[in-house]
Structures are given as structure tokens and as C-alpha cells.
């Protein structure tokens, strides 16, 4: 959702505690700076960096956050990512519940 990101934007909602909010702030920084370098890493770098995103999100869903994405390009082919943390109560959020039976295995 990142590569090649000419516009970034990003917020974050619900934080009540320090904690989350420090967290929230921390992946939101790493998110940034991936984008600013992702180009110049190679494939074992870029294994690695998404590892650890996958772990700061981890972190947020372990504090009640949840992460969302949103990317589009315009036609001049420029790429704007926004990426927002909300609490995973936040009334917003439409959740769907799924029969386990409609589920492929």
C-alpha cells in the first residue's frame, strides 16, 4: 500500500491512554519513513521492515487500535496514501458477522 507513495497522510483517533498514543504516534513515524526509503532498500530489507510493521500493528490491536489504509492515483499517476488508527470501537466501523460455513477452506 506504500510503494512508490508520493502524498501521505495520516490520523489518529480515539487514543486515550499514553501508551496508545505513543504507539499510534511510533508505527505512524515508521510508516513515514519506510515510505521516504522504501525504494532504496532491497528485498531482504524490505522483508524485514514488514515484519516489523506487522508487529507495531500487532501492538496497536493489543491496545483495543485498529489500522486502515486508504491509496488512490490520480491521472497523473501520483499515488496518495492515507493511513488513520481508530479504536476498534469506534461507532464508524461497520463489522460484519460471517457464517463459518460460507467460508472456503
Not at 46 to 59: G, H
Not at 63 to 86: C, D, Q
Amino acid at each position: 500500500m506504500i510503494q512508490n507513495t508520493d502524498i501521505y497522510g495520516y490520523d489518529y483517533y480515539d487514543c486515550i491512554s499514553e501508551e496508545q498514543l505513543e504507539v499510534a504516534q511510533n508505527f505512524l513515524t515508521c510508516v513515514l519513513d519506510t515510505i521516504d526509503i522504501l525504494s532504496m532498500l532491497d528485498i531482504a530489507e524490505r522483508f524485514s521492515i514488514e515484519n516489523f510493521l506487522d508487529e507495531q500493528i500487532k501492538n496497536l490491536e493489543r491496545l483495543g487500535l485498529w489500522v486502515f489504509g486508504n491509496r488512490k492515483v490520480n491521472k497523473n499517476n501520483m499515488a496518495t496514501t492515507v493511513i488513520e488508527i481508530y479504536s476498534k470501537d469506534n461507532p464508524l466501523i461497520q463489522k460484519a458477522h460471517l457464517d463459518a460455513s460460507f467460508i472456503t477452506k
